[in-house]
DNA sequence: TCAGAAGTGGGACATTCGACCCACTTGTTG
DNA sequence: CAACAAGTGGGTCGAATGTCCCACTTCTGA
């Protein structure tokens, strides 16, 4: 095992921390499952972090921090409203379908930040990044479009949030893509209609 | 500890393990937490229950029998179909407020079904028994107003459950009722917005 | 060059977990 | 009342977990 700077490690660790946790779990992220992928010594865990729940601390922040906006940047053309806030539902679907442990252990680690003492806030600080994300996309599309909201864009992203939330679990429990399309329909239809010509 | 049949300690392990999923969450429902939740011995745990697997299994189709339709059976009145779905959100959201952990609990079990080699079945079966419920109450809805839905009234309810879903994880995560109403009041305006005089 | 810091490895610790075993007690049945 | 099944308690097992320790190696800077 070459030397590596404990910056690194941590970095390495995080990385692999969470390849286990979404490919087997929260559950299954034990010093020993993340260390084995990362190819280190269970010192060099103990070494680099003075504890798993630091671990775990930085990781939360890290899938915040690195939860990419892949949704939003649609080629807009001249589509309308409607039909962009479909086509972004539409990729954040393929992302699930093409990754559903990763959405998964997303909803895991939100749930495990809630439930463990102290970690609460990490979990508020992922959903106001969603919801800053949403916003922005909201905000992008409805400019492209010549429209304005007629409530607050921060309302219109906290139901996109919502209604992809709850497609996402719909979805992994049942894996049922017709249906998923159908809610997609739905929840892109109601949004445009939050928005007015203006 | 008086003479109980293995048939009774069954249920009564289940309502413990209920009990302590709900305080402390699916990872602290250890085999010594639940007994000691029902006041048993460890030996009675695996005299009723071959292991704790066959436990949480019977827990999850506990739960979803025992899934009250606490939300349906409002006092329709000569109320619009718009009110009642809203009405019918706000009881579901003041269960929520009146006990949240029981929820975040629900929650946790089906990711833990979804996890758990083989029990993916039972999260399936948790879903498609709120779908039931969901579409009970919306068709009893549809009759009292008159109405009739211009989508069959299964995907109604797939949207009905993914947006109270999608509520849960939300308010649960930040607590806030100002938001939550006004995604209820979205959620019902686009709900009702599905129903046809006929 | 060489001393001290930084990083590494293997092993060990106590704790906790699910599972199990066996001797004991209590109920039931004929 | 006797025999047997049903149920109970306590102790214990092996495995896994998070954490820690200490001897060792490698790098860095004076």
């Known amino acids: 095992m070459p030397r590596i700077p404990a910056a690194e490690r941590r970095a390495a660790l995080v990385q692999a921390a969470l390849r286990v946790v979404a490919t ?4 299954a992220a034990t010093t020993r499952a993340i260390v084995a992928e990362a190819g280190m010594s269970l010192a060099s865990f103990h070494y680099a972090f003075s504890s798993r729940d630091e671990l775990m601390h930085e990781l939360i922040s890290f899938v915040v921090a690195h939860e990419e906006a892949a949704v939003l940047p649609g080629p807009y053309g001249d589509a309308s409203l409607r039909d962009i806030i479909r086509a972004g539902l539409q990729r954040y679907a393929d992302l699930l379908r093409a990754d559903p442990l990763r959405e998964q252990a997303m909803l895991e680690l939100t ?3 809630l439930r463990s003492e102290g970690m609460e806030p990490l979990a508020r600080l992922q959903y106001d990044h969603y919801y800053t994300l949403a916003a922005a996309a909201l905000t992008t599309a409805a400019e492209h479009t010549g429209t304005s909201w007629i409530l607050p864009v921060e309302e219109v992203a906290r139901l996109l949030v919502v209604l992809t939330d709850g497609l996402t679990v719909s979805w992994l429990v049942d894996r049922d893509d017709a249906a998923a399309a159908s809610v997609m329909d739905f929840a892109a ?3 445009a209609g939050l928005g007015r010509q203006s």
Chains 1, 2 share one sequence.
């Open 111 to 113: 749930q495990q930040a």
């Open 189 to 191: 239809d109601a949004l």
């Open 24 to 27: 087997q779990g929260v559950a």
